[in-house]
Each structure stands twice: as structure tokens, then as C-alpha cells.
């Protein structure tokens, strides 16, 4: 339980620190940076292994981190960082869904409750924002759900065990893959970081991308599925609460009260709806 504590609090504090401190760098560059010093983290542990599981490993990491986290930080340029939270919260249905891509049954219940975390964020997002703006931060956020989603169920189905050289390799893939964009979009003749968004990056990509997701793995095996689903939405309300008492956001108390009640209901339902074998899967991202 300790592992799960600790690994939530370091994924909550990320989404307000993102906003907060890096808005203004290019976000590719900001996804490159963290892959990167992810993989570090895992180098020791990498070895010669399995040819196979290792290029399977590596093609999970592209979709499962490298395209989540390019959709992921772009989003940050239409939202907030505690509007970002509210929106992963369709994130387990869409791994119920990429799930039945493997032979689990389809339930068109399970675009019910998409459709109540949707509702629900756009509620909240709502505040003399235009619609294309809205919908252009809401759609990233969805893509980035869905690779993370079809990268879980792709790890669990294909490798299975959480490795730490695969690890490795899923990191570096990522890191690969994100590296043109992350240099064609970049204008390095005016890029410069400040010794705060320095340490932000070192934190996003040492702590929650590299520690925190060894640390969740890690507590998942000692609780049982019903423990793991608790802790995994436990850090929606403490990553807003960070983004708010922390990195000073804002929020429109009426919209956000609204639009919670719609997103409770999308996780009172997923959790009723979608079969305990979802639960067992990684923890959203941050």
C-alpha cells in the first residue's frame, strides 16, 4: 500500500508542475527530455535478453509512452493542469474496450460511462473558452488515453511480466520515435531552459515516468484489485488539489461541482460495469 501512496503522490504533484513551469517550452522537446532520462534510470538493469519480447517491448513503449506523452503534453496548451486530471478518468474504459480486442466481451455500456467523463470535463473546462479551443484539448487528451489504454493491454497480453530491461527498452523505443519531432519542432537557435524548468523536467522524467511507475508495479502485487482501483482514482482529486493550492490554478466552482457529479457518476459506473480484470492493469499517466 506504501508503494501505491507514494507512486500517487508523485504522479498528482506532475499535472500542475507541467502547466505551471513548462508551458512555454516546446512540448516534443519536453517528452524527448523525459523519455530519455526515464531509460537512464532502467539502463543498469538492462541485459541481453529475449530478442523478441525485447522489439515487442520497444514497439509497446512507441504507443504506450512516446505518442501518449506527445498527445499528452500538447493538451497543455488548451487546459489546465487539474482539467488535464479530470479527463484521464476515461482512461480504465478505454482499456476495457482495447481489451476486447482480445477476445473479452464488448459491452456498449462501457461508451456510457466515456461518455459521462467526457461530459463531465467539458462542464468543468467550460468558461468562456471557445469550442474549438475546448475540443482541440479534450480530442489530445483522448488520443493520449487510448494509447495508453491499447499499450497496457498490449503489455499484459504480450509480455505479461513488468521487467526492467524491457522497461529499458520500451523507454529508449519511445525515445527514438519522439526524437525527430521533438528536433524539427524545436528551434534550438532560441531554446533555453531555466534552472526551475531544469529541475521540473529532471522530476517529471526521474520521478513519476521512471520511479513512480517501478514503485506502482511494484505495489500492485500486494493489494487486491479493489485496492488498486481506489488508489488508481485517488490521484484525480489529489492532482487537482495540487494544481490548485500548489500551482495557484483557477477553477469556476459552479462548472466544477456539475461537472464532478457527471465524472463520479463515469467511475461509479466503469467500476460496476467493467470486469475486475481491467483493474489489474498500469495506472494512468502523468
Known amino acids: 500500500?506504501?508503494?501505491?501512496i507514494i507512486a500517487t503522490v508523485c504522479f498528482s504533484l506532475s499535472f500542475g508542475l507541467i502547466k505551471s513551469q513548462l508551458a512555454g517550452v516546446p512540448s516534443d522537446m519536453v517528452v524527448e527530455l523525459r523519455l530519455l532520462l526515464a531509460a537512464l534510470i532502467f539502463l543498469p538493469f538492462f541485459k541481453k535478453s529475449e530478442g523478441k519480447k525485447t522489439l515487442i517491448?520497444?514497439?509497446?513503449?512507441?504507443?504506450?509512452?512516446?505518442m501518449m506523452y506527445i498527445f499528452f503534453l500538447r493538451a497543455f496548451k488548451y487546459l489546465q493542469g487539474n482539467e488535464i486530471v479530470l479527463l484521464t478518468t476515461s482512461t480504465p474504459i478505454l482499456v476495457a474496450i482495447c481489451s476486447s480486442f482480445f477476445g473479452r466481451r464488448f459491452k456498449w455500456?462501457?461508451?456510457i460511462c466515456i461518455i459521462f467523463s467526457i461530459i463531465g470535463a467539458i462542464i468543468v473546462i467550460w468558461d468562456n473558452v471557445s469550442f474549438n479551443f475546448l475540443l482541440k484539448g479534450v480530442l489530445l487528451m483522448?488520443?493520449?488515453?487510448?494509447?495508453f489504454a491499447l499499450g497496457q493491454v498490449l503489455w499484459r497480453e504480450y509480455i505479461g511480466e513488468?521487467?526492467?530491461q524491457l522497461m529499458t527498452s520500451a523507454y529508449f523505443a519511445a525515445a527514438v520515435f519522439v526524437l525527430p519531432l521533438a528536433v524539427i519542432n524545436t528551434d534550438f537557435a532560441t531554446f533555453s531552459l531555466s534552472a526551475t524548468q531544469w529541475l521540473s523536467i529532471l522530476y517529471l522524467g526521474i520521478i513519476p515516468t521512471g520511479i513512480g511507475f517501478w514503485l506502482w508495479n511494484k505495489g500492485a502485487k500486494l493489494v487486491n484489485s479493489t485496492t488498486l482501483a481506489i488508489m488508481n482514482n485517488l490521484k484525480i482529486p489529489m492532482g487537482i488539489l495540487f494544481a490548485l493550492v500548489i500551482f495557484h490554478e483557477r477553477i469556476n466552482l459552479a462548472n466544477f461541482t456539475i461537472g464532478s457529479i457527471f465524472i463520479l457518476t463515469g467511475?461509479?459506473?466503469?467500476?460496476?460495469l467493467i470486469d475486475k480484470v481491467v483493474r489489474a492493469y498500469l495506472p494512468d499517466r502523468n
Do not use: W
Open 1 to 4: 500500500m506504501n508503494y501505491l
Open 57 to 66: 517491448a520497444a514497439l509497446i513503449g512507441i504507443i504506450q509512452f512516446g
Open 109 to 111: 455500456s462501457y461508451l
Open 142 to 147: 483522448e488520443l493520449s488515453n487510448f494509447c
Open 162 to 164: 513488468n521487467d526492467s
Open 267 to 272: 467511475i461509479t459506473l466503469s467500476h460496476l
